[in-house]
């Protein structure tokens, strides 16, 4: 098949100058964010005197790598990050096991409850976490199992996937929308059956979705504070979000900021370089699908 050529569009002057104060915001708040970043990331490498100091980016007693052994082992960083880990991986695996062949039968076949359980799940997005988390505290805390650490983070993961799940099925929905049915047609054709179709044909055309959807529910889970406050009560249940939280408290005593801003970096690096990496992904999935 020939590659379609690109059409470069003449340079428009006057479109370019009603852009403009749009670049200029635009301009404004990437220079804002690095600039924000870059201090964050140089205070990790200072030392607390500098940083009050305000000579946080000067380095004048060298750099300090010692910051990032410390928030990694003396902080308990390592086990929020573990855990952060394990519930972000283990979620979003099982959301796309449960979603995505879920958002297929909905997008292609017509049954009695199609339409409501498309509408229950869009209803459900407008939820707030707050008016279910007391029902589910209720029936947990009566279970006596959230001080049990493989139980508790089977709990969390199991909150993590059931608050994603609605989110999850209308995202790739509407994306096994645009594939064009003449593929699974043709596998009618050569015998295939309607879910080896999926596994073998339309689950790997979604992947672009699937990709997109994946990386918005890693980094949703990844930095979500409030469900687990209530339920990782324990440190070894905790995610980085409320750890990072107990460590920002917990510098009104011990005064280790550089610990801290090293603790913060290690904690922001996932979801940098998953933005670093898969941003094509990420622009293709929510720009449109597969149509033809």
């Not at 979603?99 to 039968?105: M, N």
């Not at 707050?130 to 947990?140: G, H, K, Q, R, Y």
């Not at 596998?187 to 999926?198: K, L, S």
Request: proline letters at 4%.
């Amino acid at each position: 098949m020939a590659k379609e050529k690109k059409v470069h569009k003449p340079f428009n002057l006057k479109k370019e100058l009603r852009l403009l104060p749009g670049y200029l915001i635009l301009i404004l708040w990437v220079i804002f964010t690095f600039v924000l970043i870059g201090w964050v990331f140089g205070a990790s490498f200072s030392t607390t005197a500098e940083i009050f100091q305000g000579k946080a980016l000067k380095f004048e007693s060298g750099l300090h790598f010692e910051n990032y052994i410390k928030a990694w082992n003396g902080a308990g960083v390592a086990g929020f990050f573990a855990n952060s880990l394990l519930y972000s991986v283990v979620s979003c695996t099982i959301l796309i096991l449960v979603c995505a062949p879920a958002a297929y039968v909905l997008s292609r076949f017509d049954f009695i409850a199609n339409k409501m359980i498309q509408t229950s799940f869009v209803s459900a997005m407008g939820v707030p976490a707050i008016m279910i988390v007391l029902p589910l505290f209720s029936i947990i805390s009566g279970l006596g199992i959230m001080n049990h650490v493989a139980a508790g983070r089977t709990i969390m993961i199991i909150l993590y996937v059931g608050m994603n799940v609605p989110y999850t099925t209308i995202f790739l929905l509407t994306f096994f929308s645009n594939i064009s049915r003449t593929y699974e047609e043709a596998a009618a054709i050569d015998g295939c059956p309607p879910m080896r179709t999926f596994w073998k044909i339309m689950f790997p055309m979604a992947q672009t979705g699937i990709v997109t959807v994946t990386i918005f529910n890693f980094i949703n889970i990844w930095n979500e504070y409030f469900l687990s406050l209530i339920f990782a009560s324990s440190d070894s249940l905790k995610p980085v979000a409320p750890g990072l939280y107990g460590m920002i408290n917990s510098m009104k005593y011990t005064g280790d900021w550089a610990g801290m801003f090293a603790a913060v970096i290690i904690v922001f690096l996932p979801t940098f370089i998953l933005y670093l990496f898969l941003s094509e992904k990420i622009i293709g999935g929510i720009t449109g699908g597969i149509k033809g």
